[in-house]
């Protein structure tokens, strides 16, 4: 018989990638249990669903919609479109949607004539490229790009907010909701409206994340993004192409040929700012100016102003590590510069997939 119990369990739920934060589309401290056929399969960006025919308890059919993540991270781990077919009974474990919206994010999937587990992460993930120094250009420079005649990318952050390092660990989900909102003095040294806007954005559960209408990623959020960012080094221009995996094939340009930085009122306001980079021994470090207001600095709601000026160092420590570091100044928004920062891993033998996050942006319950 199909049918459908909901539970109340209090956990924390491992995000999935898609354009809006998880805390603000599904509530975590609820579980729903389905069984049903399925009827649609959405293989699409930004983050994949199936749909499910279900009773429910006055033995009326009903159709919810399951996510179960980003098709490039499924892809990655083995799993194809054609893993599930329309017609297929499946039993789902997951989190339902805060509204009354017939939808859940996807915890276990289970095809019911096999007794298979769809969907779920491989038992062992891709070994991490061999332990080596970072590359270097001939000049002994180090190269932030691959070594010659290989490919690759970095991918994933060790943390997709920003706090000031100063803070002792804050207990928050992987898009940045507290679970405390009495730590957001911990989170940044705000002025009295930012730290009320902050609080307001935690409150509604991050719904208003400029993400979520694909706006692009700009500041620090930029590096967070789950499908990786590459450096494009053209020395002989001299420049450097940041280019994003995960913000609609966004680009960015970092000045590395000397040209002064000017000033915030000097420059056009847009999303990743003018930037003007140096070499200090085997760091790059950028400064940047010139954003406007129409992005978060990270999930979680980091409120900024056109006042906004940013120092970024990039250290790469061997082949497979980078370290990012950026001081956050906007004296409009803090009451003085604020430094935070995390590492990424190294991608190797692999380029970023072409990725658009409108694909599904119409889909709405």
């Known amino acids: ?15 999935m990638f898609s354009q809006r934060p998880f805390s603000a589309t599904y509530d975590s401290a609820r579980q729903v249990k ?8 959405d293989w699409v960006n ?22 179960i993540g980003n098709p490039l991270e499924l892809e990655r781990d083995g799993w194809k479109r054609s893993a599930l077919h329309v017609g297929d009974t499946v039993t789902i474990e997951g989190i339902p949607a805060r509204s009354e919206s017939r939808q859940a994010s996807a915890k276990s999937v289970v095809l019911t004539r096999t007794g298979k587990r769809l969907f779920a992460p491989p038992a062992t993930r891709r070994a991490a490229a061999s332990a080596a120094p970072a590359p270097r250009w001939p000049d002994g420079q180090i190269r932030l790009g691959p070594p010659p005649g290989k490919t690759g990318y970095w991918g994933a952050p060790t943390t997709k907010v920003l706090v000031e390092n100063t803070a002792t660990k804050i207990p928050m989900t992987d898009d940045g909701l507290l679970l405390n909102i009495t730590d957001a003095d911990k989170v940044a040294p705000f002025l009295p409206w930012a730290k009320a806007l902050y609080e307001h954005r935690q409150r509604i559960f991050l719904k208003d994340d400029p993400l979520s209408r694909c706006i692009p990623p700009g500041g620090p959020r930029q590096f967070q993004m789950v499908n990786g960012f590459q450096f494009i080094e053209q020395k002989e221009l001299g420049r450097i192409l940041v280019l994003l995996g995960g913000g609609d094939r966004n680009w960015r340009v970092i000045y590395t040929d000397r040209r002064p930085l000017g000033t915030a009122a000097e420059a056009v306001p847009s999303y990743y700012g003018f930037s003007v980079g140096r070499w200090e021994k085997d760091t ?14 990270t999930s979680g709601g980091l409120p900024h102003t056109e006042a906004l000026r940013l120092i970024e160092r990039f250290t790469r420590t061997d082949l497979n590590t980078l370290k990012y570091e950026v001081t956050v100044d906007d004296r409009r928004t803090y009451t003085r510069t604020w430094t935070g920062g995390w590492t990424t891993q190294w991608v190797p033998d692999q380029d970023i997939q072409e990725y658009f996050c409108e694909d599904n942006a119409e889909f709405v319950r």
Do not use: H
Request: no cysteine; glycine share 6%.
């Open 46 to 67: 930004p983050a994949a669903f199936f749909f499910i025919d279900v009773r429910d308890a006055t033995g009326t059919l009903v159709n919810w919609a399951v996510e």
């Open 1 to 15: 018989m199909l049918g459908v119990a909901i539970v109340t369990f209090l956990s924390s739920a491992a995000s």
């Open 34 to 41: 389905l069984q049903g056929v399925v009827t649609r399969i």
């Open 284 to 297: 790059l470090v950028v400064e940047s100016v010139g954003y406007n207001e129409k992005f978060w600095l």
